[in-house]
């Protein structure tokens, strides 16, 4: 499955990207604006119902060209195909990463290792759509027979994020019959919360777990169950108020739950583009099946753009490949998300597992060591908040910071002038990214508010904004199920086709492994369970070992 031919640094493309860097490092794209009026409608692609206006980054048409050279020879059409026929490309872990067959809506048959998978798809979600269909029409109630008022939905990392993100992202779908709560932490401050405001006659538990051995989603769980039961229920009532969501039914069966209570979950989906399954449950119980549908159509329309459109035009193309410019080329260690939608206020924590669990990598899927940066920080917040904020580093600090800027041109809430003032925003930020104050600029600033010459000396260097940030913006009618849809998929896809680019295994996550590990041994010391002294440890966790017992005076 690797690239397999020579070293990524060492290929023509590569190189030829490096050079092409140096003659346009000291090139500003005010420059680049001023002496080219058709930049912004070239620079401007549609799809799945998304526009990107690409045109706020260092690149001219030659940089695009030798970018999608470098896409070609890195073989991502090739890769795409293989994604799409369910072929290995989760190395590693020797199976297909095939969360396109979730939101396939094509009637055609999709095979895992020859059987094929699309009717076990649609009949999970049939499923999904016959238990919604009965907890709002109240067919499925609470033990004493009231209707269901709350969800609490217990899961963490991608079985938590995406969910809670396109909750978010539609609350103006949400039929209003059923809160829906997210319990991910074990930090119990949140499930004690959640549980404090909730009646046990009327809140169903979703446990949301592909593997069903996650610490953090289990050991809430049993504080859900044993809530339950100290407040009212039964034992044998937990069938009503408790469902999973598991490619682990055993274990899920093990820990109480009815087997007819569980929906599948199957190897072939990550968890973090797990939201698209029955890990969607929460959603689609505040939206409605039919909305839920929407989403993966949405998604489903941005798959069919990936898969068929030519690189250049291709979104998640031509955000991958100029993401891995800044990334390789130019030195950017950072990439900002910033939605300005309120409504879409955790798609930056959603991406930062999304693209830093998919390619935080430090091996090639050889397991050779790269010799590039891999993934980048993600990071971000909400428009125009981060305005007031860390916008500042953005305009002035010492470091190149690429972001995307996302606005729907239409507001789910006409409150005044609010969103023509929040678009003018978002417009004047990506501006002053790209354009900046110059020297001269900023003087003649001073002097017209009547500065003497000595004060504007003084003052100008601190006012100068050396602009030639990069950005783009991606807009959308509104915030729909089908824009939220198609807006996600371009983000797996974007992810998916950099770490194509890297030649790293963008669906395993070893990394998060080792923590897991140590955890059970610190634990056991800290309980005072086990004091193994063989076992590998260090003077500082020693003594936070210590101070916590003691503390506890144990
Ligand atoms: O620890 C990381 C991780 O494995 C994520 O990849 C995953 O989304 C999350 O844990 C939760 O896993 P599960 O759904 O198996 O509980």
């Known amino acids: 499955m690797s690239q397999g031919s020579a070293p990524l640094t060492s290929r023509p493309e590569w190189q030829a990207l490096t050079s092409h ?7 500003h794209m005010r420059d680049m604006f001023r002496d080219d009026p058709g930049r912004a409608d070239r620079f401007f692609i549609r799809g799945g119902g998304l526009s990107l206006d690409f045109s706020r980054n260092r690149m001219t048409d030659d940089t695009m060209a030798r970018l999608m050279a470098l896409a070609r020879s890195c073989g991502v059409p090739e890769r795409t195909e293989a994604m799409f026929r369910g072929e290995y490309i989760n190395v590693t872990e020797k199976r297909p990463a095939l969360h396109v067959a979730l939101r396939d809506n094509s009637g055609e048959p999709i095979h895992v290792d020859g059987t094929n998978i699309a009717p076990e798809v649609e009949s999970t979600l049939n499923r999904m759509s016959q238990f919604v269909d009965d907890v709002l029409s109240e067919r499925w109630q609470g033990h004493t027979g009231k209707a269901f008022t709350d969800v609490v939905s217990i899961g963490i990392g991608g079985s938590f994020l995406g969910p809670k993100l396109v909750s978010e992202a539609l609350r103006p779908y949400w039929h209003g019959r059923l809160n829906c709560h997210y319990v991910a ?7 004690a919360e959640i549980l404090a405001r909730v009646n046990p006659e009327t809140t169903l538990f979703l446990i949301q777990s ?13 504080v859900a169950r044993a809530w339950f039961l100290d407040n009212g229920g039964h034992e044998d009532q937990i069938a009503r108020h408790f469902v999973a969501v598991t490619a682990n039914s055993p274990e899920a069966v093990r820990f109480g739950i009815s087997a007819d209570n569980i929906f599948p979950m199957w190897d072939w989906v990550g968890g973090r583009y797990s939201l698209w399954s029955a890990i969607g449950l929460p959603v689609a119980l505040t939206i409605g099946m039919d909305n839920f549908r929407a989403l993966l159509s949405g998604a489903n329309a941005m798959d069919q753009h990936f898969r068929n459109t030519p690189l250049e035009q291709n979104l998640p193309v031509v955000m991958a490949m100029l993401g891995l410019w800044y990334n390789n080329f130019w030195g950017a ?8 939608d309120h409504y879409l206020r955790s798609l930056p924590a959603h991406l930062q597992q999304l693209d830093m669990e998919s390619n935080g990598k430090r091996v090639t899927q050889d397991g050779v060591p790269l010799t590039y ?3 980048p920080v993600i990071w971000g917040g909400v428009g125009a908040n981060g305005q007031h904020a860390f916008h500042q580093l953005l305009h002035q600090g010492t470091r190149l910071i690429p972001a995307d800027f996302i606005i729907p041109l239409e507001t789910h809430n006409k409150v005044a002038k609010h969103h023509v003032i929040l678009f003018a925003n978002c417009l004047s930020q990506s501006r002053a990214l790209m354009s900046g104050k110059n020297l001269d600029e900023a003087k003649a600033e001073l002097k017209a508010e009547g500065m003497s010459a000595e004060e504007i000396d003084k003052l100008a260097p601190h006012k100068v904004i050396p602009g030639n940030k990069p950005s783009n913006t991606l807009l959308m009618d509104k915030a729909t199920p089908e824009t939220v849809g198609a807006l ?12 194509i680019i890297w030649d790293v295994d963008s669906f395993d996550q070893w990394g998060v492994e080792l923590g897991k590990q140590m955890g059970k041994g610190i634990l056991d010391r800290l309980t005072g369970d086990s004091d193994d002294s063989t076992s590998p440890s260090d003077s500082s966790t020693d003594n936070l070992i210590r101070a916590f017992r003691s503390h506890h005076s144990c």
């Open 185 to 191: 932490n074990i930090d119990g401050t949140q499930i």
């Open 210 to 222: 592909k593997s069903f051995r996650t610490q953090e989603t289990l050991e809430n769980s049993k």
């Open 333 to 340: 260690e950072t990439y900002t998300i910033l939605p300005y």
């Open 21 to 27: 860097q140096r003659d346009l490092k000291n090139t």
């Open 373 to 375: 940066h891999s993934g």
């Open 488 to 499: 996600i998929a371009l983000y797996e896809h974007r992810t998916f086709v950099q770490g």
